[in-house]
């Protein structure tokens, strides 16, 4: 059964710092791996997906890696700027078991301006 | 395209009513799934359709909720005898499953209150 975690649950940065979130999952059998950012009260918006067969994904500040092996993820924010104040969520995907998606609870990040 | 909606955003009911949620997928995409979020958690899975087939079902979606996705275009969301431990937000998310590739892309959910 796929668990997702992630570390930390809540991050307060000042504007411009360099910042990593952290996502480890169970099942290392993972289709995808989806990064997404939900604002209070919103949907979710979708940042980056790694296919299984993929090591990382870029998109302009935002670096999403995939390890595969040990478990885990993480998404590395770069020059962090106060719009980037919101809940980040990842996912996994599987292909045991169907496409069943099991997100982590997010970690909640504000950037101080 | 204008991306995935929902409808209605907001739904306040009376415990024992029967509410409906409806879905309208990106046009193009194959996949439909619906997920509940309570306040500072994830999603958390309820079930997804490939085209019309309703290929998964959580075991936690009790035989209250029923899905539908008719003729694999936009999808509702069923809850019979509402209790006040169903009020959340109901996400609807997309996807064109394609080359190893699942993007799901969400709506802006549904926000479900249970007096």
């Known amino acids: 059964k796929q668990e997702v975690t992630q570390i930390p649950a809540a991050l307060s940065v000042p504007e411009g710092e360099n910042l990593v979130l952290n996502c480890s999952f169970t099942?290392?059998?993972?289709?995808?791996l989806q990064w997404f950012r939900q604002d209070p009260g919103k949907g979710l918006t979708s940042l980056l997906l790694?296919?299984?067969?993929?090591r990382e994904q870029t998109s302009g500040r935002l670096n999403a890696s995939l390890d595969k092996s040990s478990g885990r993820s993480t998404l590395y924010i770069a020059a962090s700027q106060p719009g980037d104040s919101a809940t980040y969520l990842c996912?996994?995907?599987?292909?045991?078991?169907?496409?069943?998606?099991?997100f982590g609870a997010g970690t909640r990040l504000f950037v101080k301006a | 395209d204008t991306g995935v909606s929902q409808n209605p955003r907001h739904k306040i009911t009376k415990r024992g009513q029967n509410v409906t949620f409806r879905c309208d997928p990106i046009?193009?995409?194959?996949?439909l799934y619906w997920y509940r979020q309570t306040l500072g958690q994830g999603p958390e899975f309820l079930t997804y359709?490939?085209?019309?087939?309703?290929?998964?079902k959580s075991r936690l979606l009790s035989d209250r909720f029923s899905a539908e996705r008719p003729k694999g275009s936009f999808s509702t969301l069923e809850i019979q005898r509402t209790e006040q431990g169903d009020s959340a937000m109901y996400l609807c998310?997309?996807?064109?499953?394609?080359?190893?590739?699942?993007?799901?892309?969400f709506g802006p959910g549904t926000r479900l209150t249970v007096l």
């Open positions: 998310a997309s996807s064109l499953l394609a080359g190893g590739k699942n993007e799901q892309f």
């Open positions: 099942d290392s059998a993972i289709y995808n």
């Open positions: 790694i296919q299984s067969s993929q």
């Open positions: 996912a996994g995907s599987g292909n045991t078991g169907g496409f069943k998606t099991i």
């Open positions: 046009s193009e995409h194959n996949r």
């Open positions: 359709f490939q085209n019309e087939a309703q290929l998964e």
